[in-house]
């Protein structure tokens, strides 16, 4: 079983829908990221958070630390918003480094 | 700013020949970080770097090699290439190990 696991693989959407891509972990985290990964193949980090909520613009991330979950939201969907959404967490044991999902492609029709 | 640049975009490569993927950033960051990314598989680290003169193996280092002889610079060696390394791969760099990530635009690798 990967150590983070993201639902759906596939998603897709119609322009103006609102969104919900999750994530699960089984490690223990000290901090938890949100990257895009655009169709061109170039990464951008969305957010990166350890506790509650973040948002930015139409953008809202959530993670619940007890149950090892996070969820990113997506207000109003337009079709830019297509693109590989990955979670990636840092483990708290000690190792730098970022243990991924493997990603989330959602598509947003017009 | 430039943020982390990355050379080339696309290579193909024979089996048994070596290149090196050049990975620079201009935003003084301490950390370095080599990934390779799969078709339907989450970032594998390489190797990483925490500093100038310092680097260390990631997950899946075997068939790799890298210096990191300034801040701005960490090119990544392949020798003698094989079809199993074939994948996309990306640079990233941090400020320190709590920050987010800035990521380079990515290599396209096939090995053939």
């Known amino acids: 079983k990967n150590e983070v696991e993201q639902s759906p693989q596939n998603l897709t959407a119609q322009e103006g829908e609102f969104i919900t891509i999750n994530c699960s972990y089984s490690v223990g985290i000290s901090a938890l990221h949100w990257l895009q990964q655009h169709p061109g193949g170039g990464i951008v980090s969305l957010f990166m958070?350890?506790?509650g909520k973040k948002k930015h613009g139409r953008l809202i991330a959530t993670i619940n630390i007890q149950e090892k979950h996070s969820s990113l939201h997506i207000t109003a969907s337009h079709p830019r918003d297509s693109a590989v959404y990955i979670c990636a967490v840092r483990s708290s044991g000690g190792y730098n480094k970022l243990i991924f999902g493997a990603g989330t492609r959602l598509a947003v029709h017009p | 700013n430039a943020g982390v640049t990355q050379t080339p975009k696309f290579r193909i490569l024979k089996i048994g020949q070596s290149m090196t993927l050049q990975c620079t950033q201009d935003?003084?960051?301490?950390?370095m970080y080599w990934y390779r990314q799969d078709p339907g598989m989450g970032l594998k680290l390489i190797y990483y770097s925490v500093g100038a003169g310092i680097t260390d193996k990631g997950e899946v280092p075997n068939g790799y090699n890298v210096s990191r002889s300034t801040t701005e610079d960490f090119p990544l060696r392949l020798e003698l290439a094989a079809p199993s390394q074939t994948s996309v791969y990306f640079c990233a760099s941090s400020y320190d190990r709590a920050d987010g990530y800035t990521f380079g635009s990515g290599t396209r690798l096939t090995v053939v």
């Open positions: 958070l350890s506790s």
């Open positions: 935003m003084n960051h301490n950390y």
